[in-house]
């Protein structure tokens, strides 16, 4: 079936650069997210990417989607510790009706 | 708009008894999804309605779960009996027509001792 991976954690200073990365399985992808998960709150939809694009530009946040590997990333450029939050990247497949996949998530920790 | 709410946003209730746990999805949206959080699973789809028909329960973990959506603007996810096991937060989720916008409530936080 579908899988979607990520690293677990990621740590950077703040006003680096953060790149999280995530795998998927499912070639049939039509549309493929990041979103964000603060303490104690919901997933917040941060952007997402169709499936014949390679890039995508938002403000901070740029995504990088490589279709041939499988490979989907979000950068966020000046990173601040308001960031510091999970990361969820998740799949919509072409034939998995509007069921979305989600990864494990990865939690962005950025140090002063 | 208001977004997906979610009622109650915490809930403590002892092994046995009964949790209904409640969502409103964003007016016009045509689907919702119940998600459970935990640490050690992630994040899991229990159940997906579209146009108030259960479409795939296939997460749904066992008989004491059952969600209902009798109207498109109301949802319940029931247990009972509640377990110790259940405890997590769960999450409402919906979207329209396009589908490929997925909007998530704020979550229940679940106890049960």
């Known amino acids: 079936g579908e899988d979607v991976e990520q690293s677990l954690f990621l740590s950077v200073r703040e006003g680096d650069s953060s790149v999280i990365n995530c795998t998927y399985t499912?070639?049939?992808?039509?549309?493929l997210y990041w979103y964000k998960q603060e303490p104690g709150a919901g997933l917040q939809l941060l952007t997402y990417i169709f499936s014949n694009m390679d890039m995508k530009q938002d403000q901070r946040l740029t995504v990088l989607l490589n279709k041939k590997d499988k490979h989907l990333s979000l950068r966020i450029a000046d990173t601040q510790t308001g960031d510091s939050a999970i990361y969820f990247c998740?799949?919509?497949?072409?034939?998995?009706?509007?069921?979305?996949?989600f990864g494990p998530g990865t939690r962005l920790s950025v140090l002063p | 708009d208001a977004g997906v709410i979610q009622s109650p946003r915490h809930e403590v209730t002892e092994m046995g008894q009964e949790v209904t746990l409640r969502c409103k999805p964003i007016?016009?949206?045509?689907?919702l999804f119940w998600y459970r959080q935990t640490m050690m699973r992630g994040l899991e789809l229990l159940i997906y309605?579209?146009?108030?028909?259960?479409?795939?329960d296939s997460g749904m973990p066992e008989d004491r779960f059952s969600a209902k959506m009798p109207n498109a603007s109301f949802s319940t996810l029931k247990i009972q009996p509640s377990e110790p096991r259940d405890s997590a937060v769960y999450f409402c989720a919906s979207s329209g027509d396009s589908n490929y916008e997925q909007y998530f409530g704020p979550g229940t936080r679940l106890t049960v001792t």
């Open positions: 007016s016009g949206h045509n689907s």
């Open positions: 499912d070639s049939s992808s039509t549309y």
């Open positions: 998740a799949e919509l497949g072409r034939n998995y009706g509007q069921n979305f996949v």
């Open positions: 309605f579209n146009n108030n028909v259960p479409i795939d």
